[in-house]
């Protein structure tokens, strides 16, 4: 996984590439997994729109056998709210 995130104050930073994702720049709403970098790369989920500032999504055209929309989302010091994480998983 080489997505990561940074919690800075009240909120995340996130820089990465997805691929892959279907129906990626059609979906109202992402999931995006990362690393955290000060929480010892734990793996927590963030949601945000794909066509948030800071997100490029792409789609991919020639996808064989594909039925429906696939595509990339390219995160460049995206801010995503505290509130916008997924919790921590409590074993």
Request: proline fraction near 5%.
């Amino acid at each position: 996984m080489r997505t990561r995130a940074r919690k800075v104050g009240k909120e995340y930073v996130l820089n990465g590439e997805k691929m892959w994702i279907t129906s990626g720049t059609i979906a109202d709403v992402a999931v995006i997994w990362a690393k955290v970098e000060n929480e010892d790369n734990k793996v927590r989920g963030f949601w945000s729109r794909p066509t948030a500032p800071d997100s490029k999504p792409t789609t991919f055209t020639q996808v064989v056998a594909a039925r429906s929309v696939t595509s990339g989302l390219s995160l460049q010091d995206v801010h995503i709210p505290d509130s916008n994480s997924c919790p921590e998983r409590a074993d």
